[in-house]
C-alpha cells in the first residue's frame, strides 16, 4: 500500500470536509449558546407566575414559554396514545403475520408515508378538519387535537418500522423456543419476541417523540398559534415551542422579545437531544438486560 | 432382543420436506418404537432437522416450508393423525418435547424456565409448580448444582448446565416423544457423559430420537440406527 | 384460546390496513379538494403561470421552480462534503475518529429544523447580505446553504453504509496487487457502492423538497420566478404555509391542495426510484 499524492488528496479532501460539517454545526450551536445563554432562567419560563402555580396550573403565565412547553408536552401525550397502539399493531402484523408480498406492498406504502413532506400531512389534517367541520359539526376547527392526530401520522411510519425490524432481527432459536414448549402464535409474541425486542422498540419511540416536538410545519396548518396560554381542552387553540421560535424570528418586536428566541432555541435543542441521548443510552442499558445467552 | 408384540408409537408415510419449493427429502416411510432411543446420522444439511420439526410441526413456524405425507402418533388412544386440520399443535408440542442443539433458555431465571411450560398450560398452584420444577431437575442430574440458586439468571450456567435446563424444561410437562437435535454437539465431555446417561434413563418414559453425528454416542445409547442421506431415511 | 388467536390476528391486520389507508387518504384528499382546479380546465394555467392574485393569475411555476432549485442547490453544497465525510468515516480515519463523526453526524439528525431556519435568519442572512451587498440576504443561497447541512446527515450515513457493505475480500484483494488508498476508491469502493450513494442522493433531494421551515424563514418567498441563485424564491412547502391564512372559499387558496398533491407525487417518485436503486446494491 503506497502513499502517493493522490492518497494524500483523498486524505486532505476527507479531513476538509470533516471539519467543514462539524465546525458549520459548532458554529450554528455556539453562535445560539453564546447569543442565548443570557436568557436562560426560571423567568424565560414563567415570566411573574411563581413556578409551583403555574406547575398546578393555579395562575396562567404570561409572557413566559410555560404555555408553549406544556402545549409541547400534551401533543407528544396525544399523538403518541394515537400513534403506539396502530403502530405498534402494525409493526406486529408485518413482522408476524404477513407473508412476503404482503409486507412488500405494505412496507412500500410505509415508506412512501414516510418520504411525504410533513407540511403536506399538515395540510392533510387540515383537510380532514374541514370534513369534520362540514359533516359533523361546524364547531371543529384546527386545534390540539387535530394536530396530534397529523402528528401521528407523521410518526406513524417509524414506529411500524423500528417494531418490524425490531421483531425481524431475533434469531430463529429464540423463535421457535416457546412454540416447542406449546406455546400460541400470540403467546409467543407476547411472552417472549416483544420482551426480546424492547430496547430497539423503545428507542424507535423516543425517537418518535423527538420527532413530534420538533414539528413545525404540521402543527402550523393544524391549531397552533402564537398565544394561547394553556390549552383548556383538546378542542382549543394552543402554542407549541417551535412554532413559537418561529415566529418570534419574523415577528419579533424589540431586544427582549429576541432573547426569549434564543432561549426557547436552547430549550428546545436541550429537549431534542435529551431525547436523543435517552434513546441511545436506553437502548444500550436494555439490550444488556435482556441479552439472550445463545 | 425381547421377542413379542413391538409397541409402534409414531408411524411416518410418504413424508416429504420442502423449504422454499426446494425439495430436501421425500417419500420417507419409517415407525419408530414405544421406550427406544432412535439415532439418526447423516452429512449435514440433509434436513435431519427438519425431519423433527416434522414430528412436532414446528416448521409451520418458518416460511417457506413445506411438509406433506401422513404422520400419526400413538398417546395411549390408538393413533391420532398429527396433522389433521382440528388436531390442536400446542397439545402436539405438549405431547412431544424437543430440545435444540444450542441451549436456548428463556431470559429468566432457571425457575422460570421451568415454570413457563406450566404455565403456557394453565397450571396456577403453586406447590404442584415447586415440586414440578424440582422433580424434573433431579431427573436432568441439574438439582444438586442449582437447588441453591433457582431464581438466579439461566443465562449464567455453563453450556452443559444450559443444555440439561433445557431438556428439564422439555420434560416438565411429562411428554412421551422427546426429539433431541444433537445435544450434545456443543458440550464439553463430562456433560456429553451426564446427558447420553440421562437418556438412558428417560427411554423408560418416553420415545427418543436423537441426531447425533458422533458415532460413539450413536454406539452407547442406540436400540436403533437411522441414516439420512440422499433424501432417504436408512437402517445403519 | 383459538379464538382469541383469530381475533388479535384480525385486529393487527385491521390496524395495518388502517396505517397503510392513511398514506392513500393523504393522496385521495389532496387530489378532491384540487377539482374544482381541475375541473374549471385551469390546470394548465395553474402549473405553467406566474402568481399574481390581483390579476387573476394562479399559476404555482415560480413555486415549483423555486422548489428544485433550493433542492438542487442544496444537493450540489451537500453531495461532496457528505461524500467526504464518509471516506473520512470508513477510510481515511475508519478507528476512533471515524466513529466520533459518525456519532456526530447521528447527534446533527436530533436538532429541529426550525432551529437551522432560525439561526440562519441572525447569523447567515446578514452574513451573505454584506457579501453579496444588494438583496436582503435571504435568497436560495442562504436556503440552500443551511439546507444542505440538514440533509447532509442523511446522505453521509447512508454512504458509509455503502462503503461498509463492500465486501472485505475485494478489498484484501486490491491491496494484495499493491493499489494505493486512493485507487482502492477509485476502482472499488466507490463503483461497488454507487447504487448505494444513489438511492442516499435521491432521498436527500427528497427530504430537501419537502422541507418547509428553512424555506419559510430564509429564501424570501417571493413570487417571481427566480434567475439566479442571488434571487428570492418561494417553495411549494412555504407556499402552503403561507396561503394558509388566506380565504377559504378563493382559488388562491385551492391552489394550495394542488401544490401538496405535486409533492406528495414528487417524493413518492423519488421513494420508488430510490427502492429500485437500492435493490440494484443487494
Given at each position: 500500500m503506497g502513499k502517493n499524492v493522490w492518497d494524500m488528496l483523498l486524505g486532505f479532501f476527507a479531513w476538509c470536509c470533516a471539519i467543514l460539517l462539524a465546525g458549520s454545526m459548532i458554529l450554528i450551536i455556539g453562535f445560539l449558546i453564546l447569543k442565548g445563554y443570557k436568557a436562560i432562567s426560571l423567568e424565560l419560563i414563567f415570566a411573574n407566575t411563581s413556578p409551583l402555580d403555574a406547575l398546578l396550573f393555579k395562575q396562567q403565565v404570561f409572557g413566559g414559554l410555560f404555555p408553549a412547553m406544556v402545549g409541547t408536552f400534551f401533543l407528544i401525550l396525544l399523538s403518541m396514545g394515537f400513534a403506539l397502539p396502530l403502530g405498534l399493531a402494525s409493526g406486529i402484523f408485518l413482522a408476524e403475520y404477513a407473508p412476503g408480498s404482503i409486507?412488500?406492498?405494505?412496507?412500500?406504502?410505509?415508506?412512501?408515508?414516510?418520504?411525504?413532506?410533513?407540511?403536506?400531512?399538515?395540510?392533510?389534517?387540515?383537510?380532514?378538519?374541514?370534513?369534520?367541520?362540514?359533516?359533523?359539526?361546524?364547531?371543529?376547527?384546527?386545534?390540539?387535537?387535530?394536530?396530534?392526530?397529523?402528528?401521528?401520522?407523521?410518526?406513524?411510519?417509524?414506529?411500524?418500522?423500528?417494531?418490524?425490524?425490531?421483531?425481524?432481527?431475533?434469531p430463529l432459536l429464540i423463535r421457535l423456543t416457546a412454540p416447542s414448549l406449546g406455546a400460541t402464535k400470540l403467546e409467543n409474541i407476547f411472552l417472549v419476541l416483544l420482551p426480546a425486542s424492547i430496547s430497539d422498540i423503545t428507542s424507535g419511540i423516543v425517537l418518535a417523540i423527538g420527532r413530534c416536538a420538533e414539528d413545525t410545519a404540521v402543527i402550523m396548518l393544524t391549531g397552533v398559534v402564537a398565544v394561547a396560554g394553556i390549552p383548556k381542552s383538546i378542542f382549543s387553540g394552543f402554542e407549541a415551542l417551535p412554532f413559537y421560535i418561529y415566529y418570534i424570528a419574523s415577528e419579533y418586536s424589540d431586544q427582549s422579545e429576541l432573547m426569549k428566541g434564543y432561549g426557547a432555541a436552547i430549550i428546545l435543542l436541550l429537549i431534542c437531544s435529551g431525547l436523543f441521548g435517552i434513546s441511545h443510552w436506553g437502548k444500550n442499558r436494555l439490550t444488556a438486560k435482556t441479552r439472550f445467552n445463545y | 432382543m425381547i421377542m413379542g408384540k413391538k409397541q409402534i408409537k409414531i408411524q411416518i408415510k410418504d413424508l416429504g420436506f420442502y423449504y422454499k419449493n426446494q425439495q430436501i427429502f421425500e417419500n420417507i416411510c419409517i415407525e419408530f418404537e414405544n421406550n427406544?432411543?432412535?439415532?439418526?446420522?447423516?452429512?449435514?444439511?440433509?434436513?435431519?432437522?427438519?425431519?423433527?420439526?416434522?414430528?412436532?410441526?414446528?416448521?409451520?413456524?418458518?416460511?417457506?416450508?413445506?411438509?406433506?405425507?401422513?404422520?400419526?402418533?400413538?398417546?395411549?388412544?390408538?393413533?391420532?393423525?398429527?396433522?389433521?386440520?382440528?388436531?390442536?399443535?400446542?397439545?402436539?408440542?405438549?405431547?412431544?418435547?424437543?430440545?435444540?442443539?444450542?441451549?436456548?433458555?428463556?431470559?429468566?431465571?432457571?425457575?422460570?424456565?421451568?415454570?413457563?411450560?406450566?404455565?403456557?398450560?394453565?397450571?396456577?398452584?403453586?406447590?404442584?409448580?415447586?415440586?414440578?420444577?424440582?422433580?424434573?431437575?433431579?431427573?436432568?442430574?441439574?438439582?444438586?448444582?442449582?437447588?441453591?440458586?433457582?431464581?438466579?439468571?439461566?443465562?449464567?450456567?455453563?453450556?452443559?448446565?444450559?443444555?440439561r435446563l433445557c431438556i428439564a424444561r422439555a420434560l416438565v410437562l411429562e411428554p412421551q416423544v422427546l426429539l433431541l437435535d444433537e445435544p450434545t454437539s456443543s458440550l464439553d465431555e463430562k456433560s456429553v457423559q451426564v446427558i447420553e446417561d440421562l437418556l438412558l434413563k428417560l427411554k423408560k418414559k418416553c420415545t427418543i430420537i436423537l441426531v447425533s453425528h458422533h458415532i460413539d454416542q450413536v454406539d452407547r445409547i442406540a436400540d436403533n440406527k437411522l441414516v439420512l442421506s440422499d433424501r432417504r431415511l436408512v437402517q445403519h | 384460546m383459538q379464538h382469541r388467536e383469530h381475533i388479535a390476528g384480525i385486529i393487527f391486520w385491521g390496524a395495518t390496513v388502517l396505517s397503510a389507508g392513511v398514506t392513500l387518504a393523504v393522496l385521495v384528499f389532496m387530489v378532491i379538494l384540487s377539482l374544482p382546479i381541475i375541473k374549471n380546465d385551469m390546470i394548465l394555467e395553474v402549473l405553467m403561470g406566474p402568481w399574481s392574485p390581483d390579476y387573476g393569475l394562479f399559476g404555482i411555476l415560480p413555486m415549483i421552480v423555486g422548489t428544485l432549485c433550493i433542492a438542487l442547490l442544496s444537493l450540489v453544497f451537500s453531495f461532496p462534503v457528505s461524500l467526504g465525510c464518509s471516506i473520512f468515516i470508513e477510510i481515511i480515519?475508519?478507528?476512533?475518529?471515524?466513529?466520533?463523526?459518525?456519532?456526530?453526524?447521528?447527534?446533527?439528525?436530533?436538532?429541529?429544523?426550525?432551529?437551522?431556519?432560525?439561526?440562519?435568519?441572525?447569523?447567515?442572512?446578514?452574513?451573505?447580505?454584506?457579501?453579496v451587498s444588494h438583496g436582503s440576504g435571504m435568497c436560495i443561497l442562504s436556503a440552500s446553504l443551511m439546507l444542505g447541512l440538514v440533509i447532509s446527515p442523511t446522505?453521509?450515513?447512508?454512504?458509509?453504509?455503502?462503503?461498509?457493505?463492500?465486501?472485505?475480500?475485494?478489498?484484501?484483494?486490491?491491496?494484495?496487487?499493491?493499489?494505493?488508498?486512493?485507487?482502492?476508491?477509485?476502482?472499488?469502493?466507490?463503483?461497488?457502492?454507487?447504487?448505494?450513494?444513489?438511492?442516499?442522493?435521491?432521498?436527500?433531494?427528497?427530504?430537501?423538497?419537502?422541507?418547509?421551515?428553512?424555506?419559510?424563514?430564509?429564501?424570501?418567498?417571493?413570487?417571481?420566478?427566480?434567475?439566479?441563485?442571488?434571487?428570492?424564491?418561494?417553495?411549494?412547502?412555504?407556499?402552503?404555509a403561507m396561503i394558509i391564512a388566506a380565504d377559504f372559499g378563493s382559488i388562491e387558496f385551492k391552489t394550495i391542495f394542488l401544490c401538496g398533491g405535486i409533492l406528495y407525487l414528487l417524493t413518492s417518485f423519488g421513494i420508488l426510484l430510490a427502492r429500485f436503486s437500492a435493490g440494484k446494491q443487494n
Open positions: 409486507k412488500k406492498i405494505f412496507s412500500l406504502c410505509f415508506d412512501i408515508l414516510a418520504g411525504v413532506p410533513s407540511i403536506v400531512i399538515g395540510l392533510f389534517g387540515f383537510s380532514i378538519t374541514i370534513l369534520l367541520h362540514h359533516s359533523f359539526n361546524s364547531q371543529i376547527f384546527p386545534c390540539l387535537l387535530i394536530s396530534a392526530l397529523s402528528l401521528a401520522f407523521l410518526v406513524l411510519p417509524y414506529i411500524i418500522k423500528t417494531t418490524q425490524v425490531a421483531l425481524e432481527s431475533i | 427406544s432411543i432412535t439415532t439418526i446420522s447423516g452429512p449435514s444439511g440433509q434436513g435431519k432437522s427438519s425431519f423433527l420439526m416434522a414430528l412436532n410441526r414446528l416448521w409451520e413456524s418458518i416460511e417457506g416450508a413445506k411438509v406433506k405425507g401422513t404422520i400419526r402418533m400413538d398417546f395411549g388412544k390408538g393413533f391420532e393423525n398429527i396433522y389433521h386440520k382440528n388436531y390442536s399443535v400446542t397439545k402436539l408440542r405438549q405431547r412431544v418435547g424437543m430440545v435444540f442443539q444450542v441451549p436456548n433458555p428463556l431470559p429468566m431465571s432457571i425457575y422460570k424456565n421451568i415454570e413457563f411450560p406450566l404455565k403456557l398450560r394453565g397450571e396456577k398452584n403453586k406447590t404442584i409448580i415447586a415440586e414440578k420444577v424440582e422433580q424434573t431437575l433431579i431427573e436432568s442430574f441439574l438439582w444438586e448444582e442449582v437447588k441453591d440458586r433457582l431464581f438466579t439468571d439461566a443465562g449464567l450456567l455453563s453450556g452443559g448446565q444450559q443444555q | 480515519r475508519p478507528g476512533k475518529p471515524g466513529r466520533f463523526l459518525k456519532k456526530f453526524v447521528r447527534l446533527m439528525t436530533a436538532v429541529p429544523t426550525v432551529i437551522y431556519g432560525f439561526v440562519g435568519v441572525f447569523l447567515l442572512v446578514p452574513h451573505v447580505r454584506g457579501f446522505m453521509i450515513l447512508f454512504f458509509s453504509q455503502s462503503f461498509a457493505r463492500v465486501p472485505k475480500t475485494y478489498l484484501n484483494a486490491v491491496d494484495a496487487l499493491g493499489g494505493t488508498q486512493f485507487q482502492k476508491f477509485i476502482y472499488l469502493l466507490f463503483p461497488q457502492a454507487w447504487p448505494g450513494i444513489l438511492t442516499g442522493i435521491i432521498l436527500a433531494f427528497g427530504r430537501a423538497m419537502g422541507d418547509t421551515l428553512i424555506a419559510l424563514m430564509i429564501s424570501g418567498n417571493s413570487v417571481m420566478l427566480p434567475t439566479s441563485p442571488l434571487d428570492s424564491a418561494r417553495t411549494l412547502t412555504a407556499h402552503i
